[in-house]
């Protein structure tokens, strides 16, 4: 274990049996996250997100493999020295799990009272973290009068009053609106950055991981099948699963199909083609197809535009219908791919294959 990695999870396996049924619901994973990261998990509903993440401070016992937690092998732990592990590792949900009967200031407080400091001094912590999440104001107020995002931030709130150093996230945002997402996600990006929190965490919606997230393993039958920093990740995607959820995300799937339903591709003409682009970086600022359509005197008929953020880095996408000398420009758009431009024809593509 490196002095900078916080999590080190090593050949972990989880298998539930149902009855006579049998559940491989992670297999095989090795997961290292550096202290300070935001690393995001994605995957569809059952791929095992939420089994490998509770793996993390041992909710869920692995079948096979060691968690090793701020250089402590949790597995070897006396029960009191994992008590105190597991403090600094916190989790939040989807659903946020206030207690109802509890206010606001109740439900922060709620942590502390296993740890002996004073009625004033509790208060005063679970105050103080009400205003760092933004919601001083509500201290006396109970759950049910408050919105999903007000009631995930009391969740946060309570998350950090036993001073973890991780904080795992279990789809926190997939109950909220896309405003309320964008809140919330800033909030946990200044959590980061503010306290050095390292943020694990998991979701279905690309858009979250690439809001924030450094790092991203996609999961997939309950292994990783790619990983790695999130720029990187998303804009060369190897796994077809990982393509799927960048043509989702960019709405390229959705735009392809719609174009190739409404066009007649077999009745483009000769010096006809129906083209994707991918511009990456410097690429989406370089003008670089209004360049080639006025060396090879290109007719470019935009369908589709869009360009995305990911992790800093902007990634642009289009798809045109190109007329002209194709004999010329293909080949010469083609050496582009070394400064961030992919291309490929889906006249003779057939359609979505192999895209991103
Ligand atoms: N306690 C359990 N007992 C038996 N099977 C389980 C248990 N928990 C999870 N599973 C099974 O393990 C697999 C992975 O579930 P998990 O909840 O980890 O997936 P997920 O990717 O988090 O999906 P979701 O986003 O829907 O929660 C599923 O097939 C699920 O039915």
Redesign the pocket.
């Known amino acids: 274990m490196t002095a900078n990695n916080i999590i080190e999870l090593k050949n972990i396996d989880?298998t539930?049996?149902?009855g006579d049924q049998t559940?491989?619901?992670?297999q095989a994973v090795d997961l290292t996250i550096e202290k300070g990261d935001i690393y995001g998990i994605i995957?569809?509903?059952?791929?095992?997100?939420?089994?490998?993440?509770?793996v993390i401070n041992l909710l869920?016992t692995p079948t096979n493999g060691t968690v090793t937690v701020n250089g402590q092998q949790l597995q070897q732990l006396a029960p009191a020295a994992l008590r105190q592990a597991r403090q600094k590792i916190s989790m939040i949900f989807q659903h946020f799990n206030l207690m109802k009967s509890r206010t606001v200031l109740g439900n922060v407080e709620y942590p502390l009272l296993s740890q002996k400091i004073s009625q004033a001094a509790r208060q005063q912590k679970a105050l103080q973290l009400l205003k760092l999440v933004g919601l001083a104001d509500y201290a006396q107020t109970y759950p049910a009068r408050l919105s999903g995002g007000q009631k995930q931030r009391v969740a946060i709130a309570r998350a950090l009053a036993s001073d973890p150093e991780v904080l795992i996230s279990?789809?926190a945002t997939?109950a909220l609106d896309p405003k309320t997402t964008k809140s919330i996600l800033a909030l946990l990006k200044k959590l980061n950055q503010d306290l050095g929190l390292t943020i694990v965490l998991?979701t279905?919606e690309m858009q979250v991981i690439k809001s924030i997230c450094h790092n991203v393993a996609v999961?997939d039958a309950?292994q990783i099948v790619e990983r790695g920093r999130v720029a990187q990740v998303f804009t060369a995607p190897q796994a077809p699963l990982t393509v799927d959820f960048v043509e989702t995300s960019t709405n390229v799937k959705a735009a392809i199909e719609r174009i190739t339903n409404t066009i007649d591709l077999a009745g483009l003409a000769a010096n006809q083609e129906l083209m994707y682009f991918n511009f990456i970086g410097n690429a989406t600022k370089e003008g670089i197809i209004s360049q080639y359509s006025q060396q090879y005197q290109l007719d470019v008929n935009i369908l589709f535009a869009n360009i995305d953020q990911i992790d800093g880095e902007n990634v642009g996408y289009m798809i045109a219908i190109i007329t002209g000398d194709l004999a010329a420009f293909n080949p010469a758009i083609a050496k582009r791919v070394a400064d961030g431009v992919k291309t490929k024809i889906i006249t003779t593509e057939n359609g979505l294959e192999g895209l991103a």
């Open positions: 989880v539930f049996h149902n559940v491989k619901a992670v995957g569809y509903s059952g791929a095992g997100k939420s089994t490998l993440v509770r869920q279990d789809e997939s998991i279905h999961m309950g």
